[in-house]
Structures are given as structure tokens and as C-alpha cells.
């Protein structure tokens, strides 16, 4: 099979992914790339490892822990989310990670960050992450409620600054077929505004304009990825899955039943769309 699967972020939206992904998982449908922005890269890391509900858990029985999410954790270290808690203590003893699984799996994974001193996509693959997946965590430190991430040389913040949406990389890379997740309804259009303050961002970023720029750039670099993904299911190249209605969640903050209820509408989704996709990658086998 030579199709794609491409994950767009969107925070806590992400657990629709982690729905649609669960019901891949119970059909033994899997990809041999990934192509994962900010929490989609997330829930990726335990699809590749075939661990069915993790990601689901971790986000429902977590949110209310302020080791995980809390404006303590911003005062105390500069980002809203815990990711040493992420990556330590629920990695390793709360929702143990297949690590084995995911690394001897012939499953690639390519996840996308920002430079901040360019303001353009850089992209890590599978060879690039060790236990601690810093790549992971650089796609999804948020501009402003999270810390800016070094890692080989580079300062890089979310993948969604730059590209929330990766399938033109996805196409770059010869993957001409592609199942898309998104995390917004189809009738979804952003507005022509940053996520923050321009005030803010300039305060902010005032080392790296770059990143303000893109920031500015992003709803309509947005809005034109998804007409792209829109566009490739029209012409048959690629499945679109998204929620079926407007999702109801908190960007940062939600309640557990909040998430549960994402959660299921990604399952009832994904159903919804299994034959579409068994055909289509009956199709280009």
C-alpha cells in the first residue's frame, strides 16, 4: 500500500484523531507514513505502537491533573503543559508506551515544527527520536502558553505556526494518495486573525519576527491546506475524515465529559467513513 495518513493538530480537538485512529487500530488498517502536526503527532505515537485507547486516556484521565495542564505549571515553567509529566510518569508508569512496538515498526513517522528564526516548517522523521520524542514536543509547543524547544542547533516552536495541516509535505514526499484526519467541520473557515494579540506576539517574539509573521500568515496558509485536502478527495486522491459537526471543546481547558464526547463522535466517524477508505486503499494497493 503507498497511501499516507496525514494528522492535523488542534489541541484538545485532537482527540477526535485519537477516536478515528482507535477504529484504524480495531481494523488493522495502518500506514507506512505518518504525517503528524502538534497534538496529532501526539495521538500518532501510540497508533504507530498499536496501542488502542491511550491517547484516549490520556487526555480524559489527565486534564484535570495540573501536571499535566494547569496556569500553575505556566507561572512555575513558562508552559502551560507539563510535558516532562507527559513523556515521564505517564509514558512510563501511568499509560506505559510501547516503546519496543514503535520503534521496530516499519511504520515511518514524520512530525513538523517551526524555526522560529525562519518561520518555516522543518520536519523530523522517525530516525530523529529517541525516548524522550523532543520533536514530538517541539510540534506541540504552543506559540506563547508554551517555552521555545532547541533541538540540533534549531529553536522551533509548534508545527501548527507554520503548516496545521501537512499534506503538502505529505505530496512533496511522492505521497500522491492520502488519508487526511482534520480536527475542524467541513463547513470550518479561519478568520483573518492571529491566535494572540499582535501586541503580544511582537513582546513575545521580538527576537524572531519570523514567527510573528507567521503567526499573521497562518489563517490563510490554513484556510488554502484545506482546500487542498478538499480539493484531493474531489479528484480521488486522498479521503478526508472530519467531524461531522462543529466540535464543542476548550482550546486549553475542558471537561472530561467534553473529551468523551469528541472522542466518540471521531469513532462514530470513522465508521461512518470505513468502507470509503477500505476502497480506497483497495484502490492504490
Known sequence: MNVGLVLEG?????????????VLIDNNIFFPVTYAISSGALNALSYISKQKGRSCRTYIDYIKDKRFLSLKLFRETGSIYGFDFIFGEIAAELLPFDYDEFFRSTMQLVVGATDCETGESVYFGKEKMKRNFTPVIASSSLPVVTNIVEYEGKKLLAGAVSSSIPINKALKDGQTKNVIILTRD????????????????????????????????????????RERCFELQKNGDAIVIQPSKPLNIGRYFCSQQELDEVYRLGVSDAKEKLADIRRFLALNA
Do not use: Q, W
Request: charged residues 25%; hydrophobic residues 35%; aromatic residues 12%.
Open 10 to 22: 488542534g489541541v484538545h480537538r485532537s482527540i477526535y484523531t485519537a477516536g478515528v485512529l482507535d
Open 186 to 225: 467541513a463547513h470550518y473557515v479561519k478568520k483573518n486573525k492571529p491566535d494572540f494579540p499582535l501586541p503580544v506576539l511582537k513582546s513575545k517574539y521580538k527576537n524572531y519576527p519570523a514567527v510573528v509573521k507567521a503567526m499573521l500568515d497562518r489563517p490563510s496558509v490554513y484556510n488554502k491546506e
